[in-house]
């Protein structure tokens, strides 16, 4: 059963602004790359041609944070790094989400000491989360739907 049969001969559709604004949202995410670990790999990885995540609109990875709308901090974060962090993430454009890719980057992983930031949501607000050291580039793919699913629920209300 076709579109053409569920809409007849208007060739119209209709939808809430919310459910478009929320569809072009999570099909035109652009990540800024910020690796700082081994955890970095696998995101590059995750671009190239074997996992390709320009199938769901990341056509490249942003240097700059005035073009990207989704940072995913693969790797440690280091206390003398946390403000550069932080000052990238507050020239990124609203709306804007962060994946914390790591178990580095999540909770401090391995290293337990004063030098590294025991997650990086002690920076930054983080929407998800991808576990594992360093992470396959299937989780973070994964990682990417899950955020794509929690936009896709944003309330028109959280806009403003």
């Known amino acids: ?5 569920k809409t007849g001969n208007l060739g119209i ?16 995410m652009w ?23 320009s199938r769901f609109g990341m056509e490249l990875m942003r240097a700059s ?14 206390r003398k790094m946390a ?11 609203d709306p804007k989400w962060v994946v914390s890719m790591g178990d580095c980057a999540s909770c401090g992983g391995i290293f337990n000491n004063y030098a590294i930031v025991q997650g990086v949501d002690e920076v930054v607000p983080v929407d ?5 050291c360093p992470p396959r580039p299937e989780a973070l793919i994964h990682g990417i739907l899950t955020l794509h ?12």
């Open 1 to 5: 059963m076709g579109i053409e049969q």
């Open 13 to 28: 559709i209709t939808t809430t602004l919310e459910a478009a604004v929320n569809w072009s949202r999570t099909n035109s």
């Open 31 to 53: 990540p800024m790359l910020f690796g700082l670990a081994c955890c970095a790999i696998e995101m590059m990885s995750a671009q190239a041609s074997n996992y390709d995540m």
């Open 65 to 78: 944070p005035r073009q990207s709308d989704l940072m995913i901090v693969a790797g440690r974060v280091s």
């Open 83 to 93: 403000p550069v962090l932080r000052h990238l993430y507050d020239q990124m454009p």
């Open 128 to 132: 998800v989360y991808v576990a594992g």
């Open 149 to 160: 699913e929690k936009v896709k629920k944003e309330n028109i209300k959280k806009w403003g």
